[in-house]
Each structure stands twice: as structure tokens, then as C-alpha cells.
């Protein structure tokens, strides 16, 4: 069996993700077959598998970055937050239901034997597998019943790095704390501490680690600096509050709406990595001001989230905004706010079993007890609007929704010509006579340059600018960026060894 090597944090957000995604680019580029595996996920970011499963955003970039496709092992639960108090389950890539904590912790003993499973799969085909944790081990009251950190380094006997994040403060405080907290054989697994997102000189730090080596015993294997870019797909919605990039003057402008229960966010990455192209997330109709594109995102909770943007106002905006033409894009749950009605006989999606819809497309969504999840392939149809100069572009993109949409009488923006590597022959979405206002279901759109291209030119031209020639240029793997960046900040061969895996720095 494979060795393991787990990454567990002081908190959420500290770099856990980030970190197991460049440790498998390093252990792969070393020559050794790598595997990620996160045990249990709570995230709305969510991707599909070549078979079709569901697995964390998080878990299918560390598998690209270890070269190999993702696989419904690395992250055999997913929890996808609905309310505050219940989540779908999905377990293996398929939705189980929608449960409470009560309910889910009736499950224990199952679970324990599905994700035990996995990782003896995963293990059977790797040299090597690094395990992301979740949260904090040092969570005192979930320690007896938890199935992501502590419970699961010891069922795979892996030796632990704690991550702490500088950047926040208190990180010796956090280090240390979490260390006093565990229980006595868990302590002794933690083989070295990495301190992430570090601004300054490092020579002003040194103080502290030697007394931190002092006070605990623990090394520390690493001080990783503050990295710009998103370099790993975040896993919740902590990021979303940081300042909009870029923060010099912007030639486009697109705002997101920030859902409550907002769901693959991560679709705009590529366009926020385009040169001059400022995305922000926004949750007040006067943030609207100056949007040359207005998003409407994914979300798990559609009736909910689109009370939500009446309560907010923002319903009243973005009618406001499409009827005068300005271009606004829906994708998925967001799709479906922009159509008549959705439509719940089943009370799959909501306690209603209908809601109006915001009315800007001929759409109405009725909800049913099955998910599609597949990876397509499609081929862009508009003939007007932000995607008519890529018409013809063959796109991929993938598909995670519940509820099947009925469209009348209006253009249909892609087809789709492949689903789950079977061929197919279906319509997507739905685009308004003047272009204006287009919903779709495609995830991912973004990540295609021809259409990346076509919007942002879209854009430009409806203000009279002119487009940058370097916009819908493809985008290098930031894996290797990442890589070089980690390992110039970590004791490399240290990591290795703690796993018997011989690793050039």
C-alpha cells in the first residue's frame, strides 16, 4: 500500500488546498504516481468526474495537477451546504438526500467503511497519496465523531503537516493551540508545521520559529509567501470578501452576484485573469454601478437565494439593467432565476411549489429528485449577443444542476454534442431576441479562450473601446508556478522523507 502524507490546518482558509495541490505537482514531477484525497468536503464548488460523479473543485485540480484524471475515490463525501442546518450528502458522486447533522451522524459507521474504501483504492494504484484535512483538528467537540482529520490520519497512518496562515495573525498562537489540543498520539503525528501567505523578512520571523521548535518540538518544514493569483480553486466562500482584482483602473468591469448560497464560483477565475478585466462580487443593487457585465451565478438553494435578491433589491436591478439592454448572463441556478417560474411539485428544491421567476427569459424550471452531472462537449450557436463572434467554437464545459428547464420560443446559445464521452444532441439555454440576456447550464464556459474572447470583445465594443489583443490567449497551467513557488519555500526533501519518497528540491 501506498504511503500517506496528510496537510491539516488551524483553520479554515489557512492554504490547506493549496498546498496538496503543489505537493502532488512536485511528488509527480519527481517521477512517483500521486493521488489527492480529501475524505469528507463541505463546498459548493463543486466538478464531474469522466464517469459523471461529483467530487470537490478542489480535489479534481489536485488530480490535474498530479497529471491524472479525478476519480469519485479522492473525495467520496461531498457535503453541499443548503441551509444553515442540512446539506446534500454525496457519497461516492451520488446524492444520497438532504440531511441535518443528527442524521448525517447516523451514518457514521457507513461512511467510515465507504471513505476507508477509497483511500485503500487510491492507495492499491499510487506511490504516494497526500491527504487535505478539513477546518481544524483542534475542533474539541467533533473530535470523538469527525471523519476528515485526525480520524482519518490515523487510519491511513500518515505522518501530518499543520498549516497556519501568517497573514491573519496569531499564527503561533494557532500553531501552538491546535497542538495543545489534540489528544497524545495525535499530537506526535504532526511531523512539521508550514506557515503560509508571509509578507516581509523573514529574517524578523526567525525568532519565532526557533522558539516555536523550542516550545513544541515540532519543526517548521516551510514559510510559504503571500502568492498572488488564485492559485488552487477555493472550496467556500471565505475569498469572496477580498478586494476586486486588478486594483488599477479597469478597461471591463463584470459584477457577480453574490448568492448566499452561491455555487461554483470558480467559473470566473479566467475571466478575472484576463489583462484590464476587473470581476467583483456584489450584494447591494448600488454596487450594479458601472458593470459592463452582470452575473448571476450558480446556487444550491434557487427559490432561496432568489428571495434573497428581492429582499436585497437586486431582483428589481437586474430587471432594471436587462430591460434596458445591458448584457446579463445566468449560468445554472442563476439560469434559472431569469426565467417565469421554477416549479417544485416535489419540494425537492424548496418548501414552495412555485416561485416566480425574475421574467427575462421564456424559461420555466421544474425541480425533480434527479441531478445531472456530466462533462459535455458543445458547440456555440448564438447569433447575437456576448457569444456571436465565437459561433461554431467547439467548447467543454460541464453540467451540475437539478430541475429540467422548458424553453419557448427563443434562440438556443449551444448545442450540445457530447455528454459523459456519449454522443448527444440537445440544445442549451436560452438567449433573448436583442442578445442582451442569455441563460445556460454549462459550467466552465469561461475556461474556453474562444468565447473568453468573444465576450470580452462583446463588451468593449458595446463601450466603444477597443479590445486587448491579448484577451482569449490560452492560459498556461499555474500548476508549475505553483510548484516552483512551494518549493522554493519549503524543506522539500524533509517532506519527502516523511514518507520515504526521494525528492530533489
Not at 431569469?338 to 424559461?363: I, K, N, Q, T
Not at 468593449?460 to 516552483?484: S, T
Request: glycine residues 10%; charged residues 25%; contains cysteine.
Amino acid at each position: 500500500m501506498a504511503p500517506c502524507l496528510m496537510v491539516q490546518g488551524t483553520a479554515s482558509g489557512v492554504g490547506k488546498s493549496v498546498l496538496v495541490t503543489a505537493l502532488c505537482r512536485l511528488f509527480a514531477r519527481a517521477g512517483y504516481r500521486v493521488a489527492p484525497f480529501k475524505s469528507q468536503n463541505m463546498s459548493l464548488n463543486a466538478a464531474v468526474t469522466p464517469d459523471g460523479g461529483e467530487i470537490g473543485r478542489a480535489q479534481a485540480a489536485q488530480a490535474e495537477a498530479a497529471g491524472i484524471e479525478p476519480t469519485v475515490d479522492m473525495n467520496p463525501i461531498l457535503l453541499k451546504p443548503e441551509a444553515d442546518d442540512r446539506s446534500q450528502l454525496i457519497v461516492r458522486g451520488v446524492p444520497r438526500g438532504s440531511l441535518g447533522f443528527a442524521e448525517y451522524a447516523l451514518l457514521r459507521a457507513e461512511l467510515v467503511g465507504v471513505l476507508r474504501a477509497s483511500l485503500e483504492r487510491l492507495r492499491a494504484t499510487a506511490d504516494v497519496v497526500v491527504i487535505e484535512g478539513a477546518g481544524s483538528p483542534a475542533e474539541i467537540n467533533l473530535q470523538a465523531t469527525e471523519l476528515v482529520n485526525m480520524s482519518v490520519a490515523r487510519m491511513a497512518g500518515a505522518p501530518v503537516l499543520l498549516v497556519g496562515d501568517i497573514d491573519r495573525g496569531g499564527v503561533f498562537g494557532a500553531l501552538v493551540g491546535t497542538l495543545a489540543l489534540l489528544e497524545p498520539a495525535d499530537r506526535v503525528r504532526v511531523a512539521g508545521f508550514v506557515i503560509n501567505k508571509f509578507r516581509g523578512d523573514l529574517t524578523v520571523l526567525a525568532p519565532g520559529l526557533e522558539l516555536l521548535r523550542a516550545r513544541t518540538g515540532v519543526p517548521v518544514l516551510g514559510v510559504v509567501p503571500w502568492l498572488d493569483g488564485p492559485l488552487a480553486p477555493a472550496e467556500d466562500s471565505l475569498g469572496l470578501d477580498a478586494p476586486a482584482t486588478p486594483a488599477a483602473p479597469a478597461a471591463l468591469d463584470v459584477a457577480v452576484v453574490r448568492l448566499p448560497r452561491i455555487a461554483n464560483f470558480d467559473d470566473f477565475e479566467p475571466l478575472a485573469r484576463e489583462p484590464g478585466v476587473r470581476v467583483r462580487f456584489v450584494g447591494d443593487p448600488r454596487e450594479l454601478e458601472g458593470a459592463d457585465l452582470l452575473v448571476l451565478p450558480g446556487t444550491k438553494s434557487t427559490a432561496a437565494d432568489l428571495g434573497a435578491l428581492r429582499e436585497r433589491g437586486l431582483a428589481d436591478a437586474v430587471a432594471r439593467r436587462a430591460r434596458a439592454g445591458g448584457p446579463v448572463i445566468g449560468i445554472c441556478g442563476g439560469y434559472q432565476m431569469l426565467g417565469e417560474a421554477l416549479l417544485d411539485p416535489r419540494r425537492v428544491e424548496s418548501a414552495e411549489p412555485a416561485v416566480a421567476g425574475l421574467g427575462l427569459l421564456p424559461v420555466v424550471t421544474t425541480f425533480g429528485s434527479e441531478k445531472t452531472t456530466a462533462r459535455v462537449r458543445a458547440r456555440a450557436l448564438a447569433p447575437v449577443g456576448p457569444f456571436a463572434a465565437a459561433r461554431g467554437a467547439e467548447l467543454e464545459a460541464y453540467e451540475i444542476h437539478m430541475g429540467q428547464t422548458d424553453v419557448r420560443d427563443v434562440a438556443r446559445p449551444f448545442a450540445i454534442t457530447a455528454r459523459s464521452a456519449a454522443p448527444a444532441d440537445d440544445l442549451d439555454g436560452a438567449l433573448d431576441p436583442r442578445g442582451a440576456v442569455l441563460g445556460t447550464y454549462l459550467h466552465g464556459l469561461f475556461a474556453n479562450d474562444a468565447l473568453r474572447r468573444a465576450l470580452l470583445g462583446h463588451l468593449a465594443a458595446r463601450k466603444g473601446a477597443r479590445p486587448d489583443p491579448r484577451w482569449g490567449r490560452p492560459a498556461p497551467a499555474d500548476w508549475d508556478r505553483l510548484a516552483d513557488a512551494v518549493r522554493a519555500a519549503v524543506d522539500v526533501r524533509a517532506i519527502g522523507r516523511l514518507v520515504g519518497l526521494r525528492v530533489v528540491a
